[in-house]
């Protein structure tokens, strides 16, 4: 399928993600990492910090409003609470399960995700793992264009966190 890898091995493919356990076997699952040349400990607020805004391309995702570009005092999410906000107000899909520093897991609008903040040497690997179920009648569409949303999310989450 168009869009369904960016910046990932096949090793990062084929391992474990908590949206898995949600949609076992899901007809749809979209890959995206990137590396960030900080440690776990700073790439995490800036996980933490999806729950204020999307950070992809503001002006589609946040109705023109400019995504936080400093951190926030936010606790780390709890399950049940709203994953994240549009225009800074609008709450939009919830949390599923999370794990500080290792995992966030959420479910918008029947697409579930998990952000996985993977250690190596220095720096970090930021994955994220898209599952869905093809039955509803828009996955095919947000499949293909999630690709250069997600890719732009993680690439400013990459500098946010650098610039610290």
Known sequence: MIGER????????????????????????????????VPP?????????????????????????RSPRRLSPLLDPVPGEAFTKVAGSFAVGRVISTQPEDHLTA????????????????????????????????????????WPMARRQLMNLKAHAEAV
């Open 41 to 65: 400990a700073q790439v995490w607020p800036w996980v933490r910090q999806l729950r204020l805004a999307p950070y992809s391309y503001d002006w589609i995702d946040n109705l023109g409003r």
């Open 107 to 146: 479910v918008i609008m029947g697409a579930v995700m998990s952000y996985v903040v993977q250690e190596q040497v220095g720096r970090t690997r930021l994955l994220l793992k898209i599952v869905m179920d093809r039955r509803r009648w828009y996955s095919l569409a947000v499949a293909v264009g999630d």
């Open 6 to 37: 960016w910046g990932v091995t096949d090793d990062e493919v084929a391992r474990w993600y908590p949206c898995d356990d949600v949609i076992p076997d899901a007809p749809i699952q979209l890959w995206r990492g990137i590396t960030i040349d």
